[in-house]
């Protein structure tokens, strides 16, 4: 069976060029296009019958997304509950499912729907959804598809870019960098020009999706199909690269270590100790909820490079809507998904309300991406700035046990800042540990 999985998670390969047909309106969709909402899904079952449905998420402000649908829907209420972020929620959503209690609607990254469809956790939605599959590039379907088989709705893609604190590279007369070694630079310069506990920016052993998409820039490879074997190379010459820069620059104490979304964090962001931040699209949002007093003091430009004149970037997230295998009310559940990713009402709520950038083509150029972020409205063509990056992301395959990958990322990488070992030792941990789970799980390895 599993290796009849791998054979079939060949479909995640699509998440290269496709996601570049993400990017805009290539089809010559107009903001107009959005006044004709998708056709609903239909499951089996009444989707209009009353129905109670738990929503597990992180989606900043989705609470306000989703009491539209409730107003308008007061016998199919959606319940959010705000479990974990990432990966740790799908962590709990297996350990969910195995009890008995998953919930009805999953939030999941594109890199952990492997991990739910190998646990048997997500139900096959794909002719559920058949209807709705023209509202989206081809590209972004495939995110959520192995072979002919669909899994969730793409919600969102995330192309990585680099915010940066506008006022203070003004008040300490520093430069936006477009290399990575001009980034090292300016964290030496920062520790000389700005206040002691200032730094450029961190270096988080707790977010392995942030180094993945890292890494993607960087020209990595993590997982491979051949044949009917999983080749791993997650400690090739691309992440060993990015480990060890990044493990230079914090023992040299040019960067700082904590990890990302603590409260001391998210005090850093907010009072300017950090100054700088490699993040994604999505990262626009999530700077209102942790650096509300920072609103209209960032800037966002494409990510430094590894060689000067490329123009790369890769992807952290960006991810869909599923729902469980074990949903009581799955006809319901699947009219809310659609409503959710397709309708020209939730698409606007997901940009102007939660951060989003939706990955419905409709979503990617309504009016409501014509209006900037609120934390920067200093920048209005942000979106379109967003959309030229997004064409410029890699691709990349993920396996099916992301989970233990990124488990043995924030394992090995802590524990390489606590003792101050090399980075590049972590990155043979993590890939120790993943090939040794694909063998346990019964996956041939190619070697």
């Given at each position: ?55 597990w998420t992180w989606t900043t ?51 952990a729907l492997p991990v739910l469809v190998s646990n048997g956790v ?326």
């Open positions: 069976m599993h290796r009849r999985l791998a054979a079939s998670l060949v479909g995640v390969v699509v998440a290269s060029s496709a996601l570049t047909a993400c990017t805009a309106s290539d089809d010559g969709t107009t903001p107009d296009d959005t006044s004709a909402p998708a056709e609903t899904a239909a499951a089996g079952g009444d989707a209009d019958a009353p129905a109670e449905l738990d929503f402000n989705i609470e306000d997304v989703v009491a539209i649908w409730n107003e308008e829907n007061p016998d199919q209420q959606v319940t959010v509950d705000r479990q974990a972020q990432g990966d740790e929620l799908i962590t709990r959503v297996l350990t969910a499912a195995q009890a008995g209690n998953d919930p009805c609607l999953i939030h999941t990254e594109y890199q997500v139900a096959d939605v794909t002719a559920d959804f058949e209807g709705i599959r023209d509202a989206f590039p081809e590209g972004a379907w495939g995110l959520t598809s192995f072979g002919d088989q669909t899994f969730a709705v793409p919600q969102d893609i995330a192309p990585m870019m680099l915010f940066y604190r506008e006022d203070l590279f003004a008040q300490y007369g520093l430069e936006v960098p477009t290399t990575w070694d001009e980034f090292a630079a300016l964290a030496a310069e920062v520790r000389e020009k700005a206040e002691p506990d200032q730094y450029l920016a961190t270096f988080s052993s707790g977010d392995p999706g942030w180094f993945a998409g890292l890494a993607q820039q960087a020209g990595a490879e993590w997982w491979a199909p051949e044949g009917e074997a999983w080749k791993v190379g997650i400690d090739d010459e691309a992440t060993t690269k990015l480990a060890t820069y990044w493990g230079d620059l914090v023992s040299a104490g040019l960067i700082d270590d904590q990890p990302m979304y603590t409260p001391e964090w998210n005090a850093a962001m907010n009072d300017g100790t950090l100054l700088a931040w490699p993040t994604a699209v999505w990262g626009a949002g999530v700077l209102e909820g942790v650096a509300p007093d920072t609103a209209g003091l960032w800037r966002a430009v494409p990510m430094p490079q590894w060689s000067e004149g490329e123009s790369r970037t890769g992807y952290w997230g960006g991810s869909g809507t599923a729902i469980s295998a074990s949903c009581e009310y799955p006809a319901q559940a699947a009219k809310f998904v659609t409503w959710l990713n397709t309708s020209p009402e939730a698409l606007e709520a997901l940009v102007t309300i939660a951060g989003v950038y939706p990955a419905a083509t409709a979503g990617q150029t309504g009016t409501a991406l014509e209006q900037p972020p609120v934390m920067l409205p200093n920048q209005p063509d942000f979106y379109a700035q967003a959309s030229e990056i997004a064409g410029t992301a890699s691709g990349f395959t993920w396996g099916p046990n992301v989970n233990v990958t990124y488990q043995a990322y924030k394992d090995a990488f802590q524990a390489a800042i606590q003792n101050g070992t090399p980075f590049a030792d972590a990155v043979t941990t993590m890939q120790e540990t993943t090939v040794a789970d694909l063998k346990q799980q019964g996956y041939e390895v190619a070697e």
